[in-house]
């Protein structure tokens, strides 16, 4: 059990350009033209500023609950709610998974190197839950086989099929093949390792676009009648009789007071301090904040297959496909001392992604190779483990109930695989207080745009009726280019019509980027600025010069009016709102 440390594009009249001015002007209330396809969805929160929610969101407005954080466990918590049939207001200081819900090395993963520290029961949970998410969002989510290379001055291979072994067996699998061992010198992923690389082994996970899950989630509990409200703050909530009273600002400085019968902190690295700070309660778990980051340099291989690394200190990092263009590789583990929001990558942590990286691939992996870099924050239960490595990544829910009718629920630490079960214990711990009638449900439901069946029919294996998805697209959408279409698959799945209006495309923003998707973007997933486009929505600013990505902040602060700050590569500036 001693196992791992591990273009075409048609031109338009100048009515339909109008009419794409129109739907994404900054102003007051919201343009229609009739017939268009893109209408704000219901609960996105204001367009337009605090005025807009003034109607919908009067003084002490009455939620069931108010969830604080908009990162992975907010929103999964909101969207579970909603479903039960709460009435839920969420609120995000800036823009949804703006911070360490975007910062993952992006894996649905049982977490292999756990096994070392004898989390059987966090990698059982989190095994289980990987086919669970695989299929409910098979446009965001996939099968992805891993290569571990042995090094014989590493653990011995009795010890690594061990490992395996359990990993394949903790939990049932039903899409995800199991382990094997695989000759290097034969097989294509040796081709890039270093000579005296022989053997293998080979086991399975899922990949994940992170801050797109996050998206998804908040678009599910909108739709099922949850209010979410980007660059909104929660900065008091108080406890009394009748229910918590909150009051939250904006960032263009306005204030809504609502009341509430629950409140949830799912702040993540906040959650403490927003306990101390607005809260008013006392005692706040302990944080332990380790920041992970990574590095992406142009791919370093041509397979589709991705390799976790032993290291001599025994940590593991992942090199992983990235973007079709690239290789990302990480994560480190540094205790983070600084503030929260602004986690960046130092030199030492560049220098030893870099080295280690190295010790595996035929061709060294160096500092300059670097193209772009992010950081992230992990708040992760602070079990006085003395590496950073070791700290628990399982998570502990605490319910607050002395104030009858005021419920407190905190969230703290956690892991992106397992938000769905997280979000699912949270609820059945909130529904004595509130009186739930409604069990769980989202273990069998799709995300917002995972039902393929209207496009393949009856769903078999989540890659397979993905590719069988293109294939369909590409004959409904035969004048969108190819690889857009394919970006668009991969980003919104069963919701691509959404993006296809009556009048077109529109002009060609960026290479790829059409004023349909920056439009759709902003009524139905609270794209605000260009970083939020660029950045989380998709991943567009890695592939843009500083030039395109220019041209895009100029389109939303013209049409948005928001600051053109996307221009700068994301990892050098820190990740504040643009609002």
């Known amino acids: 059990l001693f196992v791992f440390g591990l273009k075409r594009k048609k031109k338009k009249t100048s009515e339909q350009r109008r009419t794409f001015f129109a739907l994404t002007r900054h102003r007051r209330g919201r343009a229609h033209l009739p017939g268009a396809s893109l209408t704000q969805s219901p609960n996105l929160g204001p367009i337009d ?36 049939g709460q009435k839920v207001l969420l609120c995000e200081k800036d823009d949804l998974a703006s911070h360490t819900s975007s910062s993952s090395t992006k894996l649905i993963h049982g977490g292999l190197r756990y096994l070392e520290y004898y989390e059987f029961s966090l990698v059982r949970k989190a095994l289980a839950e990987r086919e669970l998410l695989l299929r409910s969002a098979p446009h965001i989510m996939w099968p992805l086989r891993f290569v571990m290379p042995h090094d014989p001055g590493m653990r011995p291979v009795w010890m690594i099929r061990a490992g395996l072994f359990l990993y394949d067996h903790l939990a049932r699998r ?18 890039p390792l270093k000579r005296g690389l022989r053997k293998g082994f080979v086991y399975s996970d899922g990949w994940v676009d992170d801050a797109r899950l996050v998206v998804l989630n908040a678009i599910d ?18 406890r009394g009789a009748e229910g918590w009273q909150l009051r939250l600002t904006s960032t263009a400085g306005e204030t809504l007071e609502v009341g509430a019968r629950a409140l949830v902190n799912a ?58 263009d690239f290789t990302l590789i990480g994560t480190t583990d540094v205790e983070h001392r600084g503030p929260i929001g602004e ?53 502990a829910l ?132 260009a970083d939020d486009v660029l950045w989380r929505r998709t991943k567009l600013g890695l592939h843009y010069s500083e030039a395109q990505r220019a041209a895009v902040a100029r389109w939303c602060a013209d049409h948005w009016g928001a600051p053109g700050d996307a221009a700068i590569p994301h990892s050098e500036h820190a990740e504040t709102p643009c609002s």
Not at 53 to 78: F, H, K, M, T
Not at 363 to 377: A, E, L, M, Q
Not at 408 to 419: A, E
Not at 497 to 506: A, R, S
Request: with cysteine; aromatic share 8%; proline share 7%.
């Open 398 to 529: 605490e319910l607050d109930t002395d104030v009858p009718g005021a419920a407190l629920l905190s969230v703290w630490g956690g892991k992106i695989t397992t938000f769905r079960k997280l979000a699912e214990e949270a609820v059945d711990l909130l529904a004595a207080p509130l009186q739930l009638r409604h069990g769980p449900w989202t273990a069998a439901a799709t995300l917002p745009g995972g039902d393929l069946s209207v496009y393949i029919g009856a769903p078999v294996r989540p890659d397979t009726d993905f590719m069988r998805f293109v294939q369909a697209l590409s004959l409904r959408y035969p004048d969108v280019p190819p690889e857009t279409l394919y970006r668009w698959a991969r980003c919104y799945g069963s919701r691509v019509p959404l993006l296809v209006t009556m009048q077109g495309l529109g002009a060609e923003v960026a290479p790829g980027l059409f004023e349909a998707e920056l439009v759709y973007l902003h009524l139905h997933e609270w794209a605000r600025c």
């Open 174 to 191: 039903e899409v995800l093949a199991g382990s094997r061992t695989i000759d290097l010198r034969r097989h294509p992923a040796g081709a």
């Open 221 to 238: 509990a909108a739709e099922r009648g949850a209010r979410v409200l980007t660059r909104w703050r929660c900065v008091d909530a108080r």
């Open 343 to 395: 986690a960046r990558i130092d030199a030492a942590e560049t220098d030893y992604l870099c080295e280690q990286a190295s010790r595996y691939f035929e061709k060294p992996v160096v500092p300059s190779d670097v193209v772009w870099s992010y950081s992230g924050v992990r708040p992760l239960l602070d079990d006085d483990s003395g590496d950073p490595s070791a700290v628990t990544r399982d998570y």
């Open 267 to 324: 702040a993540g690295p906040w959650a403490a301090q927003f306990l101390s700070e607005h809260a008013h309660a006392p005692k706040p778990k302990s944080l332990r904040l380790v920041k992970g980051s990574h590095i992406v340099v142009h791919k370093l291989f041509d397979h589709d297959h991705a390799y976790i690394f032993q290291n001599p200190d025994k940590r593991i990092i992942f090199a992983i496909p990235y973007e079709r």
């Open 49 to 84: 500023g605090p005025a807009t929610l003034s109607a919908a969101g009067s003084p002490r407005s009455a939620y069931d609950v108010v969830v604080v954080g908009g990162g992975i466990n907010g929103v999964g918590i909101a969207r579970d709610l909603a479903g039960r």
